[in-house]
């Protein structure tokens, strides 16, 4: 089983070059995002070298980190070094190896998480309450479609807000559904027998995004994606485990949903 490793580079350039730097990693970044075994990259600059933010005596230098992620240290060193990326990366930041402070791969530790200033899933969309509507709406349309209704014939009166807690959990709220139902094996249990279908699945996954719309859920882009990707996810999942070949989860912790690539649209 391969790690995921941290690579870091600390540059000190010459202020007088720190423009060309900046550009060339540009150039070499598109080698970086085409290469399979680089998960993300960043280059970071030290606050004040520019001298005009701080005010801070730097002197004629300016100091740069550059960050990469990559699936593997041995993915690194015998993937992408011996790729055919590799060549067009070099020639582009060769000219600053000389300006190389230290280049070594550290490996992650548990020691990682989001701060406040980032909302959840769960708080961006309105809380708890947001999730009873949506529920209370989805299930009111459920109940009335030829397709899924009959999966929902003995449907309890608590259901709906049974579900609207697992998904304020899973999407970043209070872990109320594992203190109070059991977690996500239960969820798992919910859906064995009961044999659905893909046309079931995917009118499951139609009429939530139209409740997500009466319930008047955030409709940014980057909400409605990370929204739609754990949908996709989970009833994809819950088709697996309704069949009579599911073979039961290992005990796991319900399901973390966060945003992706992009933070919520704060403009």
Request: charged share 20%; with cysteine; aromatic share 12%.
């Amino acid at each position: 089983m391969t790690t995921q490793t941290v690579e870091y580079i600390r540059y000190r350039i010459p202020q007088t070059r720190s423009a060309e730097f900046v550009a060339a990693y540009t150039r070499a970044a598109a080698q970086l995002a085409a290469a399979p075994q680089c998960v993300d990259y960043e280059l970071t600059r030290r606050e004040g070298d520019t001298g005009d933010d701080t005010g801070e005596d730097t002197g004629n230098d300016a100091h740069f980190i550059l960050r990469i992620t990559w699936t593997s240290t041995e993915d690194h060193l015998k993937g992408f070094r011996t790729s055919e990326l590799f060549p067009g990366f070099l020639a582009e930041i060769r000219p600053y190896i000389e300006n190389i402070e230290e280049m070594r791969h550290y490996a992650p530790t548990p020691v990682r998480g989001t701060g406040s200033a980032l909302p959840t899933l769960h708080d961006w969309a309105g809380g708890a309450e947001a999730f009873s509507r949506l529920t209370s709406a989805f299930y009111d349309k459920v109940l009335k479609d030829d397709l899924l209704s009959p999966l929902f014939a003995d449907l309890a009166p608590e259901h709906a807000e049974h579900v609207a807690v697992w998904l304020g959990e899973v999407f970043g709220g209070p872990a109320t559904y594992t203190h109070t139902q059991g977690g996500h094996n239960h969820m798992v249990a919910m859906h064995a027998g009961k044999h659905i279908t893909e046309p079931q699945r995917r009118r499951w996954v139609n009429l939530i995004q139209d409740a997500a719309d009466e319930a008047a859920l955030p409709t940014d882009a980057e909400f409605r994606s990370a929204f739609l990707a754990y949908v996709e996810w989970g009833t994809r999942l819950a088709v697996y485990f309704s069949g009579p070949n599911a073979q039961p989860p290992a005990e796991q912790p319900v399901p973390k949903w966060n945003w992706g690539a992009m933070p919520p649209y704060q403009g």
